[in-house]
């Protein structure tokens, strides 16, 4: 008898094992640029407030320590320009793909229900329809989708994989298509403070989007990337505190609950924009540079407005250039992971150390 893995879409990454390897055979070693996991330290700040919490024999509570959740607030408005937003309108989560594949089955979308994320997204949002047997609808047209109403929609601004950030017009136009068919808006917000151009991420919470309101839509922040804390899975989702107190009933009873010390650990995070501003400034560094060689190379950026990622294109099928890239000590992600229009893009993370980035920038400045 099959399980739930039968319902799954396959796991893309296995499809890189044999490009992986003729990566590692390069004579100066693998430059893995495949996927966009932090190699920085994380903040001292972070890890003394770890350290100071680590004593927890306890349970924690699902909704989270009210200092955590206030260090959300205050950070939305500080940084994001979110006002209004209450205590009861944020709830901490496990890590941010924990949330997204698991959100369907939070929110009660089952059978005959219509899930809708962006043509181009990451994969968890399909495996989170998947999971719960609902239809599922990769498309960037709501047009497109004529009388069919979705339960969940799925927005991502900034973009994995392409960094592309969504307008502030093209926003509010889905908050109110949304909230005109009862449609749960979520956006996935977790590249927001990765931006490298002027036109700046703005969340789907700000009252220029919302129009005041947090009716009907959720934003999902996680800080693997801000803050180096992708070990921590430190994560939080933030809006309508009716949804919240929906994902919060459910968490309950399945046990899902941040710890502790992770809990001051993500307040610390949040309390400090200094950190940040360090990280920022070692990615805009990295992504210079990586992006000057890919063009030297012949290749194409589009979008990449924000994100950690370079959407970067040859003008032929993506395995080939992934292929191409392997055979240098590169790899890459080939944008097929991401849908069927990715099929000609390669995604290239720059979060890569300093010495790996200038070895792949050295390759691909001789591959001319």
């Not at 962006?118 to 990769?138: D, H, K, N, R, S």
């Not at 789907?204 to 009716?215: A, C, K, M, N, Q």
């Not at 046990?255 to 307040?267: S, T």
């Amino acid at each position: 008898m099959l399980g739930v893995s039968a319902q799954l879409p396959d796991f893309p990454w296995d499809k890189l094992t044999g490009y992986a390897e003729t990566a590692r055979a390069h004579p100066d070693g693998i430059v893995d640029l495949s996927i966009g996991t932090p190699v920085d330290p994380t903040p001292e700040v972070v890890q003394q407030a770890l350290r100071e919490a680590a004593d927890s024999p306890g349970y924690p509570t699902t909704i989270g320590l009210p200092s955590t959740r206030q260090a959300a607030v205050d950070w939305l408005a500080r940084n994001h320009g979110v006002e209004g937003l209450g205590l009861d309108g944020v709830l901490p989560t496990i890590g941010s793909k924990e949330l997204v594949a698991t959100l369907p089955l939070q929110l009660g979308v089952g059978r005959g229900d219509l899930v809708v994320w962006p043509e181009l997204a990451y994969p968890t949002y399909e495996v989170g329809a998947a999971l719960v047997g609902a239809q599922g609808i990769a498309t960037d047209s709501l047009t497109a989708l004529g009388p069919q109403v979705p339960k969940l929609l799925w927005i991502n601004s900034p973009s994995n994989p392409t960094g592309r950030v969504l307008p502030l017009e093209h926003l509010r136009k889905v908050v109110e298509w949304s909230r005109d068919r009862g449609t749960i808006l979520v956006s996935d917000e977790c590249y927001i403070e990765c931006s490298w151009s002027d036109e700046k991420p703005i969340s789907i919470l700000h009252p220029s989007v919302s129009g005041g309101s947090f009716e009907g839509i959720l934003s999902v922040h996680s800080l693997s990337k801000r803050s180096n804390l992708a070990g921590y899975r430190c994560s939080f989702v933030a809006g309508d505190p009716r949804l919240v107190a929906e994902l919060l009933a459910v968490r309950k009873n399945l046990g899902l609950i941040m710890p502790g010390p992770q809990q001051a650990a993500m307040r610390a995070a949040l309390d400090d924009d200094a950190h940040a501003g360090e990280q920022h400034a070692r990615y805009a560094a990295r992504r210079a540079k990586l992006r000057e060689a890919l063009q030297a190379a012949g290749f194409a950026i589009d979008h990449s407005q924000a994100s950690l990622y370079l959407w970067a294109t040859r003008g032929e099928d993506c395995w080939q250039t992934v292929g191409w890239l392997a055979e240098r000590g590169i790899l890459a992600a080939p944008g097929e992971f991401y849908g069927v229009a990715g099929r000609s893009h390669v995604r290239v993370a720059f979060t890569a150390t300093d010495e790996r980035i200038d070895a792949a920038v050295e390759r691909l400045l001789t591959a001319r």
